[in-house]
C-alpha cells in the first residue's frame, strides 16, 4: 500500500500518472462496492485510498482532494464508517515510515497541511451538519479531529473559530482518539486565545470536568485537567460560579491510578482555589 502511494507520489504529470490513480481506485471501488468482501480486504482498500489520497495531497495534484471526498462518502455505511473516518489520520498525520519528508524523496508542496485543511473543511462541516444524529455524526468529527491534530497551530488559531460549535460537541464524544485531539486543540486555543471560549463557558466547564473522570485514556483526563486550569483564566465573572462545583469534583481525581493525573489535578484545584470572590 505505502510502497504504491510513493511510487505515484513521484511520477510526473502526465497519463501513467493518470492511469495510476485511476487504474488504483477502480480496483478499491470494486472492493468497497460489495460489502461481502473480509472485513480485512475493506479495510486495506480504505487505508489504500487514504495513502494514495496522501500521496496527492503531498504533491498538490487536485485528485487528493476528490479520494478524500470518497473516503468521506463511507462515513455513511454502518460497516466500514468508523474506518474511513479515522482514515483521515493517515493523510495528513506525521509519518516515518513513508512519504514522510523531502530527506526520503517525497515529492511535496509548501503548505500541503492547510492547502488540504481549507479544501476539504466545508465538506465536512456540511457533512456533519446533514448528517442523521449518531454514529455517523461522530465520524465526520473524528475525521475532522485528525485534521486539526495535523496542521500547523498558526493555522488552528486562524481556521478554527468557526468550527467552535463543532469542537465543542466533540467534548460530548465517547471517542479517546476524538477526545484527545479535542482537549489538545482546546488547550492551545485557551492559552492563545482565551477571549473566544468564553461565550462557550455553560457548556466547557461540565463538559472539561467529565472528561477529568475519562476511563481507560489517561491523556484525555490529563488534557481536560490541563484545560480546566486554563479556564480560570476567563473573566473571573463567567468562571466563578463554578468554582466551589469544580473543587468539590476534582477531589475523586487525586485517587486517579496515574501520577501524572494527579499532580495535574492537584494543580488544576489549586488553581481554583485561588479565585477569589468578585464581591470581595
Known amino acids: 500500500i505505502m510502497a504504491y502511494a510513493a511510487v505515484v507520489n513521484k511520477l510526473p504529470q502526465g497519463d501513467v500518472l493518470c492511469e495510476a490513480i485511476h487504474g488504483a481506485c477502480d480496483q478499491v471501488d470494486k472492493l468497497l462496492e460489495h460489502h461481502t468482501s473480509s472485513t480485512q480486504c475493506v479495510n486495506a482498500a480504505i487505508t489504500f485510498l487514504a495513502w494514495l489520497a496522501r500521496s496527492l495531497v503531498l504533491r498538490a495534484h487536485p485528485d487528493g482532494l476528490r479520494l ?48 488540504f485543511f481549507i479544501q476539504i473543511r466545508p465538506c465536512l462541516v456540511d457533512g456533519f451538519q446533514q448528517a442523521p444524529s ?99 483564566h476567563l473573566p473571573h465573572h463567567l468562571v466563578y460560579p463554578y468554582q466551589n462545583q469544580i473543587i468539590h469534583e476534582l477531589v475523586s481525581c487525586l485517587d486517579d491510578p496515574k501520577r501524572l493525573v494527579r499532580k495535574a489535578a492537584v494543580e488544576c484545584r489549586s488553581k481554583w482555589f485561588l479565585l477569589g470572590d468578585p464581591s470581595t
Open 68 to 115: 478524500a471526498q470518497k473516503l468521506i462518502l463511507l462515513f455513511s455505511h454502518e460497516a466500514i464508517g468508523t474506518k474511513a473516518s479515522h482514515s483521515f489520520a493517515d493523510i495528513l498525520g506525521d509519518s516515518t515510515l513513508c512519504l514522510a519528508g523531502k530527506s526520503t524523496g517525497t515529492r511535496m508542496t509548501l503548505m500541503y497541511k492547510q492547502r
Open 134 to 232: 449518531g454514529g455517523v455524526k461522530e465520524r465526520y468529527l473524528v475525521a475532522l479531529s485528525h485534521l486539526l491534530h495535523a496542521v500547523p497551530q498558526q493555522v488552528l488559531l486562524t481556521e478554527l473559530p468557526p468550527l467552535l460549535p463543532l469542537v465543542m460537541h466533540c467534548l460530548l464524544s465517547t471517542d479517546p482518539t476524538l477526545c484527545v485531539s479535542t482537549v489538545k486543540s482546546l488547550e492551545m486555543l485557551l492559552t492563545n486565545t482565551p477571549d473566544l471560549l468564553s461565550q462557550y463557558i455553560t457548556e466547557l466547564a461540565p463538559a472539561l470536568l467529565r472528561l477529568s473522570k475519562f476511563k481507560g485514556n489517561l491523556q484525555v483526563r490529563r488534557g481536560a485537567l490541563h484545560c480546566l486550569c486554563q479556564v480560570t
